[in-house]
């Protein structure tokens, strides 16, 4: 079982050819709405990689985003008996600035009902968390939340997954102490550990860093370049490379890696490297179709479209 703590936001995906400047009125050339969220896209990139029964952590707003958002993930056999309704703030909203031209996007987000998430909803998570192969989490809810989940989990054998995005400066000590595997992209390895992140080496040394505090493996995701791993215990320090495809929408890219490895991941981590394989396949798909969450692949269609 995978469980997944985290976001749940509906995506205004607005499609520009290229940013406004400050000041600048700029035509759009298309709208539209999807459901998104880091969290959410991950349990849905989990759930349809296939496998293992995947169950949410979150809080959604008491509002019609919200009942959209958690019928959206039953309708991918997502268990969302520990979403919580808050009653204070509305469901998180994300606003994609997406240049057609390029496929680049640019995010801003409103946080509103993820930022409530509380220590109390963990603990109430306690029996789901306990039962799972591994407990994923990002940093678009609070990062205390976060933490005691991990120390939570690490404490009862359970394996954890961090992806440190939205990138911070730091993370707590004791957060990465309990985490089993790091997945940041690039900007965010480099924000956390200071090393520029371009070569094998550099990446080398920021996974060094990581492990120095306590997570023995990372994967940096690389866009277009693919993956690095690092895993100190089975002796991996390699390129995995991405597939080559006409990027056309990246939102979701690396929440679709993130999800995919971790419903394929053993929990002894003896197949990091074919997993990863799997997650560059899976994303190579999302990244070929807008949206976050429609253009997440099915396991059936990672597989036809390799065949
Ligand atoms: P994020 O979305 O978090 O910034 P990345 O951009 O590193 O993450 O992308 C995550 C994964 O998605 C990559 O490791 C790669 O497998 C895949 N991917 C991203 N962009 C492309 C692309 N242009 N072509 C092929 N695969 C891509």
């Known amino acids: 079982k995978i469980v997944i703590l985290g976001s749940l936001n509906l995506d205004s995906i607005l499609q520009i050819s290229r940013l406004p400047q400050p000041g600048e009125t700029l035509s759009m050339t298309g709208k539209n709405s999807a459901p998104g969220g880091k969290g959410a896209n991950q349990a849905v990139a989990a759930a349809r990689a296939g496998g293992a029964q995947t169950a949410f952590i979150g809080r959604v707003g008491q509002d019609e985003t919200g009942n959209f958002l958690l019928e959206t993930l039953k309708k991918d056999h997502i268990e969302t008996d520990h979403i919580v309704v808050d009653h204070q703030k509305d469901t998180g909203q994300a606003y994609i600035l997406l240049q057609t031209t390029t496929g680049q996007n640019s995010i801003l987000v409103y946080g509103g009902a993820n930022q409530n998430l509380s220590l109390t909803d963990v ?75 371009t070569d094998l080496n550099s990446m080398r040394q920021a996974a060094a860093f990581f492990q120095k505090q306590g997570c023995a493996r990372t994967i940096i995701t690389l866009g277009a370049r693919g993956a690095y791993i690092y895993d100190n215990q089975h002796k991996i320090d390699q390129f995995v490379d991405a597939f080559k495809v006409k990027a056309v929408d990246t939102t979701a890219a690396g929440d679709t890696f993130i999800g995919a490895l971790g419903a394929v991941l053993k929990t002894d981590f003896s197949n990091l490297v074919a997993a990863t394989l799997y997650a560059n396949r899976a994303s190579s798909l999302a990244v070929q179709k807008l949206g976050a969450q429609p253009s997440i692949p099915t396991a059936d269609q990672v597989q036809s479209y390799f065949n």
């Open 123 to 197: 603990k109430n998570a306690h029996s789901i968390i306990k039962e799972a192969d591994f407990l994923i989490s990002q940093f678009e809810t609070p990062v205390e939340v976060t933490t005691a989940a991990f120390v939570y989990a690490h404490n009862v054998g359970v394996k954890t997954i961090l992806n440190p995005a939205p990138a911070l400066d730091q993370i707590p000590a004791q957060l990465l102490a309990a985490t089993d595997l790091i997945c940041p992209n690039e900007t965010e390895a480099q924000a956390l550990s200071n090393v520029s992140v």
